[in-house]
């Protein structure tokens, strides 16, 4: 076998405006260039008491189960769902996106029954669809998702909708791997259940540890099931062993990640998590507005819009692939392309965490407009700048 020949890494630095990750702070890369100890260490061990802290204080929570789950995004949803979900339950998962999708799939997979409450791929869902759906199916779970980045849709009656969950006694699970520190989100006060979420959205990290809260409805449930949750790694009821007050062995925590989610959660506290929200509304508004200005379309209703995510009719005269390509090559610009049902027809323009600043949008909006006018698209770039730059 030959010796492999590889080379120093040295990763091109792009502007992330895609749906994550989101560029990294500095001085979050600095705390994960640190010296590793061990997951037992009494060091470490506080550093675990810090971050779940730090994540009440994002999820505005004061539930005592608030932990990073090892791994991505996907590994605190499936361990929100396939601890709450058993076999035979009925859970009611939406339709109207790709990671709704997901949710479904992971609850079949915990043994549940899903049935769905539907809504097209770009619309939120509509609450009386969700108690119509509550009336026919008395379902035990209900499912979520706050900011569906597939499609740049915000949910924006969350309580209202977890208020018919409990009105008919069940469950939900809210998925806020896109809002979680860049969008208003209230885990007690909108009496959300079980919230997951992921560290390379809002939150600025690199992926790896990834948010999750319940409370202790769903606690209860967790720890007095009949039968055991299918996978043992996500296991919530083994992983109090070492989240919860023994801090003994159960996996080995990715300690680099948690030192870099504890400075990345660090900034979002300084900030404040009002004026970061604030932050997000006010750059990607300006976003927005340069995007309409130069004679695009949004493909949300204005009361839908997600700014975290916003998703842009691809005009017509000119394919979203060009579009990405020519960004990455002569901007260094990432944004991405429609998922799904919405493959093709339009953009994804993630606004998040670090990335959220007004220079990188700026950026994005005159590199956009001079792509689509070299394409032969009637746009406006100089109206896409001014109107940028006025609104910010
Ligand atoms: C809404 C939503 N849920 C879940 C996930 C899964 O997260 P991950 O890719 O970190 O596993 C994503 C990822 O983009 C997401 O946007």
Known sequence: MEEPNVGELKPPERVLL????????????GAMNTSIVGHLDPYFVDIM?????????????????????????????EAGISNLVEPGDTVLVPSNGYFGARMESMAQRAGGETVRVDAPWGEPLDAVDV?????????????????ETSTGTLQPDVSELVDIAHSHDALTIVDTVTSLGGVELHVDDWGI????????KCISCPPGASPLTLNDDAMDKILS???????????????????????????????????????????????????????????????KSGIEAMGLEMNSRDDAWL??????????????????????????????????????????IGCMGHSARAQNVLYLVDALGEILDDEGVDVSPGDAVAATSDAL
């Open 18 to 29: 895609g749906p994550g990750p989101s560029n990294v702070h500095p001085r979050v890369l």
């Open 49 to 77: 008491d810090e971050v779940q802290d730090l994540l009440r204080y994002v999820f505005r929570t004061d539930n005592e189960w608030t932990l990073p789950v090892s791994g991505t995004g996907s590994a605190s949803m």
């Open 131 to 147: 108690q119509e759906a509550f009336n026919e199916h008395q379902p035990d779970i209900f499912g979520f998702v706050q900011a």
């Open 193 to 200: 259940d079980v919230s997951y979420s992921a560290a390379q």
């Open 225 to 287: 099931r009949e039968t055991e949750p299918r996978c043992w790694y996500l296991d919530l009821a083994e992983l109090e062993d070492y989240w919860g007050d023994n801090r003994s062995y159960h996996h080995t925590a990715p300690v680099t990640n948690i030192f870099g989610l504890r400075e990345a959660l660090r900034i979002v506290a300084e900030e404040g998590i009002e004026e970061r929200w604030n932050r997000h509304l006010r750059v990607s508004g300006a976003l």
């Open 307 to 348: 700014p975290t995510l916003n998703a842009v009719r691809v005009p017509d005269g000119v394919d979203d692939d060009t579009i990405l390509r020519r960004l990455v090559e002569e901007y260094n610009i990432e944004i991405s392309a429609g998922l799904g049902d919405l493959e093709g027809e339009i953009l994804r």
